[in-house]
């Protein structure tokens, strides 16, 4: 989710505790829960960009693991994210865990999220209980569990980090939307660093968001050389301003002029 906020017109499609809404603007469709706050966005010229910056973001684990087999996402939203996945990565299997019946019959009826098949299929459930059973499940995990205001604490527990952890091939990369200015975010990330062996942090290209990449195991220091010609490998692979992303991990991460740090914090 972004807390990228407009004058949206929203449109309710459900009634109940929490509304499940979409919206249109200057070509781009909106899916909100509850707020005015955008969870999802897609253009209606390209169902398969990834609009908001934050989702670019988190396709930055492709910088660190750039051939995932098998992905898992907490959190379907307008699946813009496991659109990109299906579509430009399709050696990649992906199983995305929704809590919400109305948001998952929304992402197909009005975001373009192409029915289950043997790559893709959606599951209705909760997240922390989906992670908790299923041990070495995956290789690349999302977790972008939000409702219209906040981060679900239930996706944000020490304890939900560490099943996470245990989700992961030994190998595996867990990746979180997180929200900089959440008085939290510090909190967050302190469990998150607990649970895995090393971390590093991806600001979203617009201000806000920022995409956490937590490692099973801790990586070697990479040369930003390295880095960089990856980048480009993966920008002219499947597009995305990777180059960009390299740049930014030198605003959060420890690092030298020669390499990125995965030292503790």
Request: aromatic letters at 8%; a neutral charge; charged letters at 25%.
């Amino acid at each position: 989710m972004s807390k990228l906020l407009g004058k949206w017109r929203p449109y309710r499609l459900l009634d109940r505790e929490t509304p499940v809404e979409v919206s249109e603007r200057d070509g781009v469709r909106s899916l909100h829960l509850g707020s005015s706050t955008v969870q999802s966005s897609m253009r209606l010229a390209d169902p398969v960009e990834l609009v908001l910056s934050y989702t670019r973001a988190m396709m930055g684990f492709l910088l660190f693991a750039p051939d995932p087999r098998h992905v898992v996402m907490i959190g379907l939203g307008g699946g813009s994210i496991a659109k990109f996945i299906y579509h430009r990565l399709p050696a990649t299997r992906l199983i995305a865990i929704e809590a919400d019946p109305r948001v998952i019959s929304t992402a197909r009826a009005h975001f373009h999220v192409p029915e289950d098949d043997g790559r893709f299929r959606v599951e209705f459930g909760k997240g922390e209980q989906w992670v908790a059973r299923r041990p070495t499940a995956c290789d690349v995990l999302l977790v972008d569990g939000y409702d219209g205001s906040s981060q679900a604490e239930e996706l944000s527990t020490e304890d939900f980090y560490s099943a996470a952890r245990l989700a992961l091939e030994p190998e595996g990369v867990l990746v979180v939307n997180l929200w900089s200015s959440d008085r939290r975010f510090d909190a967050y990330l302190q469990r998150i660093e607990r649970s895995f062996a090393a971390c590093v942090c991806l600001p979203a290209e617009r201000h806000g968001n920022v995409a956490v990449f937590a490692f099973c195991r801790r990586p070697r220091d990479v040369p930003w050389s390295e880095l960089a010609a990856r980048a480009r490998q993966l920008q002219a692979g499947v597009g995305l301003e990777f180059p960009r992303m390299v740049e930014a991990l030198k605003t959060m991460n420890p690092h030298s002029d020669m390499v990125l740090s995965f030292d503790p914090r």
